[in-house]
Nanobody, 118 residues
Framework: QVQLVESGGGLVQPGGSLRLSCAASGNIDKINYMGWYRQAPGKERELVAFMTSQGVTFHQNSVKGRFTISGDSAKKMVYLQMNSLKPDDTAVYYC????????????WGQGTQVTVSS
């Protein structure tokens, strides 16, 4: 089994920045995909960004140029640097991981709340 623990959420003003972190533990040797999803109230969970062990990265159009995913493939950690935050970015952010390159991986964290408000 794989456990994912997120940290770094909080309350920030519009235009501000936050950095989310996700640490994987357990049977992590085969993890080859890690990413971030988010879910706003009343909306479906959506993909924000991901990266693979081969160095492929993806960012959703609405966050391109503002968010950057990075990570340490050996330590199985992934980060999401979020700049120029907008109220529409308010959501619970979930770390996601997989061992078969599936975009919607089988492992999920518990989520961390990000609130963008003045």
């Amino acid at each position: 089994q794989v456990q994912l623990v997120e940290s770094g959420g909080g309350l920030v003003q519009p235009g501000g920045s936050l950095r989310l972190s996700c640490a994987a533990s357990g049977n992590i040797d085969k993890i080859n995909y890690m990413g971030w999803y988010r879910q706003a109230p009343g909306k479906e969970r959506e993909l924000v960004a991901f990266m693979t062990s081969q160095g492929v990265t993806f960012h959703q159009n609405s966050v391109k140029g503002r968010f950057t995913i990075s990570g340490d493939s050996a330590k199985k950690m992934v980060y999401l640097q979020m700049n120029s935050l907008k109220p529409d970015d308010t959501a619970v952010y979930y770390c996601n991981a997989d061992d078969a390159f599936r975009i919607k991986g089988v492992y999920w964290g518990q989520g961390t709340q990000v609130t963008v408000s003045s």
